[in-house]
C-alpha cells in the first residue's frame, strides 16, 4: 500500500495568509529577520543562524494535558485550519503509537488525519526529501513525550528553518512527573495551552491521569481501559488505595501457601478497593 500524501494545501498557496482569531493565531503576521553571523558564533558546536533576510521567522506551539483531554483534537483542528489557509502541513507522531491506525493521527472522538510515524524526529527531513522540506510551512507532532529529540528538532525547525511547529503531548506521567522531553520545549514556545478533562469519577476538572492497572513502566501505551483522567481528590485516593492493595497482595503471596483460606479472603476486599475510588 503506497504511504499517504504527507504534505497538505487545500487551496491556492498565499504569499501572506491571513491568520485567523483563534487564541494560537491571533498574534500579527509573522516577523522576518536578518541576523549577523557573528551573534550566533560560539565555542560550543551550536547551530548558526541563516542570514537570509527573506526568511520568514517560525514558532512553536505547545498543547499539554493528561489523557483524554482532546489535546489531538485541538491539535488536528489548528493543522486543518492551517491547511485551508493555504499552508503546507505535515503531521508526525512516535511510532510507538498504534492504538488507531499507524499512518494516521486519530484522535478520541474519532478525527483523523494522515501522518508519517517515526521513531525519532531527526528523521524527519530525511523521509520528506528536501524539496517537501523546503516547501513546508506547519508541522504537528502528536504524542510528542516518545520523541527523545523533541527539544533539538523545535529549535532547528522554528529558529533556523522558519517552520511553525505545533507540539501535542503529555505534560506528566501516570505518577504526575515530567514525561519525556515536552515540558523542555515550554522556553522555546510561543503559546502555551494546558488542557484539562473531566474527572472520571465526579465531574470536576481533570488536571491528572490516573492508571488503573498495577503496571509500573513510564511509557504503556493505552486507552481508557488502562488510565482515566482525574481530578486531584480522586487523584490522591486511587494512588493510596492502589499501593494499599499492593501491598496486601504482596503479603498474600507470602502467606497463601501456609494460610490459602486467610490469602483469599484478604485479597477480594483489596481488589475490589482497589476498583472503587
Known sequence: MPPPPLIYS?????????????????????????????????????????????RRAGEVHVIVGPMFAGKTTDLLRRIKFESSCGRNVAMVKSSKDTRYAIDSVVSHDGLKFPCWALPDLTSFHHKLGDDAYQKLDVIGIDEAQFFDDLYDFCCKAADYDGKTVIVAGLDGDYLRRSFGSVLDVIPLADTVTKLTARCELCGKRAYFTLRKTADTQTELIGGCDMYMP????????????????????????????SYPEVASATAGPALAAATVM
Not at 487564541?23 to 547551530?47: C, G, Q, R, T, V
Not at 494499599?244 to 503471596?253: F, Q
Open 230 to 257: 482525574v481530578c486531584r481528590q480522586h487523584y490522591v485516593c486511587g494512588q493510596v488505595m492502589k499501593e494499599t492493595a499492593r501491598n496486601v497482595l504482596e503479603s498474600c503471596k507470602v502467606t497463601k501457601e
Open 10 to 54: 487545500l487551496s491556492p498557496p498565499h504569499s501572506n495568509p491571513h491568520i485567523g482569531s483563534t487564541p494560537l493565531f491571533s498574534n500579527p503576521p509573522p516577523l522576518y529577520y536578518s541576523l549577523s553571523m557573528a551573534a550566533f558564533k560560539s565555542s560550543s558546536s551550536a547551530l548558526v543562524a541563516p542570514i537570509d533576510g527573506s
